[in-house]
C-alpha cells in the first residue's frame, strides 16, 4: 500500500477509470455481438450504425486506440456483410 499521498489518491483515479473502462468495453462486446446477431435481418443497418458509433465514442474517450477502433470497425462490418450474404 502506498503511504505518499499523491499516489494513494492516483490508485484512487485508477481504480475509478478502470471501472469506467470495463464498462465501456463490456458494452462494446454486446453492441458487436447484437450487430452480428441481426445481420440478413431488417434491424441490421441500426445495429450496425450502434455498434459503430459506440467504437467511435470508445476511440474519443480513450479506451480504444484509433487505429484499434478502426481494425474493429472494419472487421465488423466484413464480419455482418459475410453473415447478411450467408
Do not use: F
Not at 484509433?66 to 459475410?82: E, F
Request: glycine residues 2%; proline residues 0%.
Amino acid at each position: 500500500m502506498a503511504n505518499i499521498q499523491s499516489q494513494i489518491k492516483r490508485n484512487r483515479q485508477n481504480e475509478k477509470r478502470r471501472l469506467r473502462n470495463r464498462a465501456v468495453r463490456a458494452e462494446l462486446k454486446t453492441r458487436e455481438k447484437a450487430a452480428q446477431a441481426a445481420a440478413g435481418t431488417d434491424r441490421e443497418d441500426d445495429t450496425l450504425r450502434i455498434a459503430i458509433k459506440r467504437i467511435d465514442m470508445a476511440a474519443q474517450k480513450g479506451v480504444l486506440h484509433r487505429n484499434t477502433a478502426a481494425r474493429r470497425k472494419s472487421r465488423l462490418v466484413a464480419r455482418v456483410r459475410r453473415s447478411a450474404e450467408a
